[in-house]
């Protein structure tokens, strides 16, 4: 689970960043990031109904968000990052899904390494 400091919840939040961020693809997500004033970075995970069906959506939420967890010390701080996934994410195993956000995360400058 995120810690609450590291959550975007609010719909506003999230039609702000897709509006104004950057955005990075790969071949099953993609990441919208951009600036922000406070100081902690704050993730957001989005799933869409062409995924599947809850099981699928909720199993790939539960593994993006443990994945982001792990990722927290060591993003760039102000940041606020939107992780969207593809429809064809369902057929990506976890350690596969690490890699792509982690290459994500290096090519976005996200990262202090």
């Not at 509006?19 to 704050?42: C, D, P």
């Not at 990722?71 to 940041?79: D, E, K, T, V, W």
């Not at 290459?103 to 976005?108: A, C, H, I, V």
């Amino acid at each position: 689970m995120l810690p609450q400091k590291n959550r975007l919840k609010k719909r506003k939040e999230f039609a702000y960043i897709y509006k104004n961020g950057k955005k990075i693809s790969s071949s099953h997500l993609s990441l919208i990031y951009i600036k922000s004033k406070i100081y902690n970075s704050r993730i957001g995970i989005s799933v869409s109904n062409k995924v599947g069906n809850a099981v699928k959506r909720n199993k790939i939420k539960r593994q993006l968000r443990e994945i982001m967890r792990a990722n927290i010390p060591y993003l760039r701080n102000h940041q606020n990052i939107v992780l969207s996934a593809h429809p064809n994410i369902s057929e990506c195993d976890f350690s596969k899904l690490r890699a792509e956000v982690n290459q994500l995360l290096t090519k976005g400058n996200l990262k202090n390494e």
